[in-house]
């Protein structure tokens, strides 16, 4: 059992450029999530989703996008990147009854 | 709005020694506290809930609604313990997590 993937573990990209990230799980787990971490800021929720087909908005979702077609894969876009997108991001998902979360391993996004 | 504040960004402590990693909440209802550590190269996971009331790893923390705080105490720092410990509240089970901005614990001998 894998949990969480994300993919790709590091990315380095060119301002301006479109790039999704890429997060699925295997636990059946009806919310997902999005979060940013950057050093002095904490863990800052970008989007998240209840339930398949369903997607909302978080603390900094400006420049992000989301969508959520089946239970197991929570995609994060960029579509044109900018350097203060620089950041690690990780997915997280948990079953609603615990509110638990599970986290993905994580993707280092550099932004020249 | 729910916030979460954990005023030390860096807690240095001997080995053996006491530890107490602090947080104070703000949300008007009744919320639920977590405590999330990220060892090195390792993924961010629970180390404990105040609804579970037990203690991981040595680890245990208090809610108190008075002072708005969850602090996380150990009684004997271990070097094992070095890690990212991210506080964290929930408006209810269904809600988001808010988290702190995260206090790297560091246990020397």
């Known amino acids: 059992i894998a949990g969480i993937t994300q993919a790709p573990t590091s990315q380095i990209l060119a301002a301006g450029r479109r790039m999704t990230l890429r997060c699925t799980q295997d636990?059946?787990?009806?919310?997902m999530y999005w979060y940013r971490q950057d050093l002095g800021l904490g863990l800052r929720l970008i989007h998240y989703?209840?339930?398949?087909?369903?997607?909302g908005k978080g603390e900094v979702p400006d420049g992000y996008s989301v969508s959520r077609a089946n239970t197991d894969d929570f995609p994060l876009t960029l579509a044109s990147a900018v350097p203060s997108q620089t950041s690690v991001y990780f997915c997280?998902?948990?079953?609603?009854?615990?509110?638990?979360?599970?986290f993905g391993p994580g993707t280092r996004l550099t932004v020249l | 709005a729910q916030r979460v504040t954990q005023p030390e960004k860096l807690l240095s402590v001997f080995k053996g020694a006491p530890v107490e990693l602090k947080c104070n909440y703000s949300?008007?209802?009744?919320?639920?506290l977590f405590w999330y550590v990220q060892y090195s190269r390792q993924r961010l996971q629970l180390l404990l809930r105040?609804?579970s009331r037990e203690s991981i790893k040595g680890f245990t923390a208090d809610l108190n609604k008075g002072e708005t705080s969850f602090h996380l105490k150990k009684p004997f720092a271990q070097e094992e313990d070095s890690a990212m410990y991210y506080c964290?509240?929930?408006?209810?089970?269904?809600?988001?997590?808010?988290f702190g901005t995260g206090t790297r614990l560091q246990v020397t001998l």
């Open positions: 997280a998902s948990s079953d609603l009854t615990s509110g638990i979360l599970f």
């Open positions: 636990m059946r787990h009806n919310a």
């Open positions: 989703s209840n339930t398949a087909g369903t997607t």
């Open positions: 949300y008007s209802g009744s919320p639920e």
């Open positions: 105040h609804i």
């Open positions: 964290a509240l929930s408006a209810g089970t269904a809600s988001k997590l808010t």
